[in-house]
Every structure is written in C-alpha cells, then in structure tokens.
C-alpha cells in the first residue's frame, strides 16, 4: 500500500487514524486498511500462535524448563494446536535479543495471531503495556497466563531491585574485564622483558 495514498485518504477524510504514536505520526492497522477497502482480514486463526519463554542468565535454564511446560499445559487445557514455542536466554531490559527481535518482526509483519507469556515480564522489564498496544495495533492478542496484580508500592520495589540488579551484573562485568586487561598487559610486558 502507498504511503501517499493513505495520507491522501486522511486527507479527504476517508480513513481516519487508528492513533498517533508518541511522536505525533499518524498509525494505520493492517485490518482497518483491509475493512477500507472492503477485504476481509485475516482470520485469528491464520496467524501463528507463539509462546515465548525467557531467562535472564545460563543458571537459570531449569526455569526456562518450567515456563515451557506450564505453557504447553495451557495451551492444551484451552485447545490450542501448532503452537511455535520460542525459548531465550537474556536480560528482559535488553531490547536486542535475537528472539524477541524475531517475534516482534513476525507481529508487525501480521504474521503472529497470539503471543502466550508465563508472565509480562518474561516478554520485557519494562514497557510491557507499549509491546502489548504495539501487538493490538496488529491484530495480535497478548495471552498472560501469571496476571498478579501489584499494588502501585510493590511496583516499584520490584522495579528498583530490578535496575540494582541489571547495574550490579554489568558493575561485575566491568571490574572482570578490568582484571582481564590487567592481566593481559601484565602478560604482555613481562613477554617484552628480556630479563
């Protein structure tokens, strides 16, 4: 589809915006430019179903275990079938995780019809509710199995722990690469010392 011509249609007051992002442009969905021009959408049931699991760190392998059987378990008690599971190890603060990135590309392409999470957290640290309307404007359903609600205090200590730990990892990772450096140029002027 143009761009040109949908502007021109806004224009002329034909279609109308489903929402303006947070820095002003206009957003169309993909149903609502099908329903315009008097196509049907594409069912639900056409897309993919994926469940996504995620750990932050190796050590916790054993859960990712865990996240995918609870997944399957309810993925069979509501009937589903060809669900694609999607496993990954990273922090949920990392927005470049090869999966994730691969996930939220098949949503915008409108090729996902259900994203399955154990919790929202899983999916993403922080954020979740801009990736939950991300996934709506797509047509796609976000499917919480977890949904504990907190109180607005409970909130925020859970996510200042968060970013303690995030910081406190990349503080390890900072001091061993020092020592490794130290190391490494220790190593390498007694290689230069003929003594």
């Given at each position: 589809?143009?761009?040109?011509?949908i502007?021109?249609?806004?224009?002329?007051?034909?279609?109308?915006?489903?929402?303006?992002?947070?820095?002003?442009?206009?957003?169309?969905?993909?149903?609502?430019?099908?329903?315009?021009?008097?196509?049907?959408p594409?069912?639900?049931?056409?897309?993919?179903?994926?469940?996504?699991?995620?750990?932050?760190?190796?050590?916790?392998?054993?859960?990712?275990?865990?996240?995918?059987?609870?997944?399957?378990?309810?993925?069979?008690?509501?009937?589903?079938?060809?669900?694609?599971?999607m496993?990954?190890?990273?922090?949920g603060?990392?927005f470049?995780?090869?999966?994730?990135?691969?996930?939220?590309?098949?949503?915008?392409?409108g090729?996902?019809?259900?994203?399955?999470?154990?919790?929202?957290?899983?999916?993403?640290?922080?954020?979740?509710?801009?990736?939950?309307?991300?996934?709506?404007?797509?047509?796609?359903?976000?499917?919480?199995?977890?949904?504990?609600?907190?109180?607005?205090?409970?909130?925020l200590?859970q996510?200042?722990?968060?970013?303690?730990?995030?910081?406190?990892?990349?503080?390890?990772?900072?001091?061993?690469?020092?020592?490794?450096?130290?190391?490494?140029?220790?190593?390498?002027?007694?290689?230069?010392?003929?003594?």
């Amino acid at each position: 589809m143009n761009i040109k011509t949908i502007q021109r249609w806004d224009r002329e007051g034909r279609l109308k915006p489903a929402g303006r992002t947070i820095t002003g442009r206009r957003y169309y969905t993909e149903d609502q430019i099908l329903a315009f021009r008097h196509q049907r959408p594409r069912p639900p049931h056409a897309r993919k179903i994926v469940a996504y699991c995620r750990v932050s760190s190796q050590s916790q392998r054993p859960d990712l275990k865990n996240q995918r059987l609870a997944l399957e378990q309810c993925c069979t008690a509501r009937g589903l079938a060809n669900v694609e599971f999607m496993e990954e190890v990273g922090s949920g603060m990392n927005f470049r995780r090869k999966r994730f990135l691969t996930l939220m590309d098949a949503v915008d392409a409108g090729e996902i019809g259900t994203v399955i999470l154990a919790h929202k957290d899983r999916l993403t640290r922080f954020g979740y509710e801009w990736f939950e309307r991300f996934c709506q404007q797509h047509g796609c359903e976000m499917l919480v199995l977890n949904q504990e609600h907190l109180s607005p205090e409970q909130e925020l200590v859970q996510d200042v722990l968060t970013i303690t730990h995030v910081f406190s990892a990349r503080w390890d990772g900072l001091r061993n690469y020092r020592k490794s450096l130290k190391e490494a140029i220790h190593a390498d002027l007694s290689a230069q010392d003929p003594a």
